[in-house]
């Protein structure tokens, strides 16, 4: 069958320890649960985007040098993994630069790509892009194109474009829900009943767009200690969803994986892919 449609997923690989509240008190999850995910990829043979926070990769260097070892792509997660607004320009380039020490350490000297926090690039926070591009950042996928309690930028658009330098590839939102929701992402993937989310990847796989999602190991872990959430999502509702169906989403993952028309892919060859094309555009 041709491959129309595309996966980039993108583990965002951090400790809730260094999270949360109470986290000197949590139930080490990095490694098990890594090698849990590791074992799914191999079985399907392939190969995703992993961004790391420099706290996750100074602490488990052997993780990320098995992860490594397995083809996968390392990118970054900020140092601190504090929202983009939380930093002044000068803190946030001395964190990035951490981070790509910490990666580096870890055998990740070719990290290119940067995910924010919180998904927390917004129109106020810009600045960063040109802080990225310096630092030899060469894609970010740090846009959620929709409206969210916590961030969102609902008028970058969907599609991937170039911010100082950098190419920004915005998570995916769904279409026809009547909310631009990441339904291949978090909280998300989760909740939404698996029908919409298989519908809304065939509906991208025909369009012949991709689909940009993240995951966390704790949208993965049933066994993840509850943890107090941040104040601006402090209530029921979002407590309950933040814990609902850890149990069923690695095998919702193994079944979109296994999808034989989206083929999956790495951000570094979505990005070196869609330079290339628009080299083709301007060169022709
Ligand atoms: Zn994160």
Redo the contacts with the bound molecule.
Sequence with gaps: MKRKGEFLLGI?L?DVRDLASNGDRMKERVPVMTRRLLTLLRSLGVRITFFV?GQLAERYKNILQEIQSEGHEIAC?TFW?KPLSHYTQIEFEDDLKRNLAALSAAGAQSARGF?A??LSMTPRTTWAYSILARNGITYSSSVLPGANPLFGWPDFGENPKVMNGVLEIPVSVSHGLGMRLPFASGVYFRALPFTIIKHQFRHFASRGTPIVAYI?LLDLDKDQERFPLPPAIRNPFYSFLMFYNRGGALKRLRTLLAMTNVRISTYGEFHARHIAVDCRRTTA
């Design positions: 965002d951090e926070t997660h993994h995910r926090p919180v966390h």
